[in-house]
């Protein structure tokens, strides 16, 4: 017979690899709970078993969320509802976090079980600085709104973190030293697995070494802060301009290369306008 928790939202860090990780109070819970809402039920049941637990599942995941969010927050009035990841913490790149809000409206008990995460995971293993650091989650996949996103991440003085597939490794990569400049970096995979590891280098060269031999598994690409900024010339700004305008309108040309370079975007589109005519 299984011990009763108060009614409300658990959420519950689960191992990202080693399931040896999974905390003594995780276990508890998960045994506990009155419904666990699961990612993947395949992967949590696999977890479960490890644990000798046997609690309902409900899908909780991009596909089914909105659907099935009303009858979880109706059900914290009354019973203790556990929601889990298939890897590392709930919320972190997932739509765990609105749950979080309409449990919270409704007036439902909040409780975090924390756990493995895998972008502090590769940040502690990267020697990269970790005194200030941004998760900025999957960059996008098309070419343009990427270089968008990275454009954006430039001038963030901060280590940044993110996450990646392998076989869109590689690619990341190139744009990352294209947009933020060839910085030092490092690439986690396997991380808490037999073969862990962390590749450092930088960001041109860590490209090379995957572009003919993409990995396999999640990826977290860990990538350093800038150095200090010099300011451009004009020929740079040029460069980045005529770029940009082979994949952008001149007004969002104008503003990719203004927030990178920290110019006047008038200025920035007027010139774009020109090269344009």
């Known amino acids: 017979m299984h011990a009763k928790l108060s009614p409300g939202l658990y959420i519950v860090a689960t191992p990202i690899g080693n399931l040896g990780d999974l905390s003594p109070r ?11 809402a699961v990612e993947d039920s395949r992967v949590t049941a696999k977890l479960l ?3 000798g637990i046997r609690r309902p599942m409900l899908p909780y995941h991009d596909h089914s969320a909105e659907g099935v969010r009303p009858g979880l927050v109706a059900r914290m009035g009354s ?5 889990v990841s298939d890897a590392g913490t709930p919320l972190i790149s997932d739509p765990g976090y609105k749950l979080v809000r309409d449990a919270r409206a409704a007036g439902h ?7 493995p995460c895998a972008a502090v995971a590769a940040l502690t293993l990267a020697g990269l600085p970790t005194d200030r650091f941004l998760f900025a989650g999957f960059l996008p996949p098309k070419q343009g709104a990427r270089a968008e996103a990275i454009a954006e991440l430039a001038g963030i003085r901060a280590t940044l973190v993110l996450y990646e597939s392998g076989p869109r490794l590689a690619a ?13 970096a490092g690439v986690a995979r396997e991380i808490t ?18 572009a003919d031999a993409p990995p396999k598994g999640e990826i977290v690409i860990v990538v350093a802060p800038p150095g200090e900024a010099t300011p451009p010339s004009a020929e740079d700004a040029d460069a980045a301009l005529a770029e940009a305008l082979t994949r952008l309108s001149p007004a969002k040309a104008a503003g990719e ?3 990178k370079f920290k110019l006047d975007r008038k200025v920035l589109y007027a010139r774009a306008m020109a090269m344009k005519a």
């Open 26 to 36: 995780a276990a508890q819970v998960l045994a506990q709970a009155d419904v666990i």
């Open 49 to 51: 078993r490890h644990a």
């Open 79 to 83: 019973e203790a509802v556990a929601l």
């Open 109 to 115: 008990a909040v409780v975090t079980i924390p756990g």
């Open 172 to 184: 990341t990569l190139a744009a990352l030293a294209h947009g933020l400049g060839d910085r030092e």
């Open 193 to 210: 697995k037999k073969f862990e590891e962390c590749v450092t280098d930088t960001l041109s060269s860590l490209a090379a070494r995957y």
């Open 257 to 259: 290369v203004a927030r």
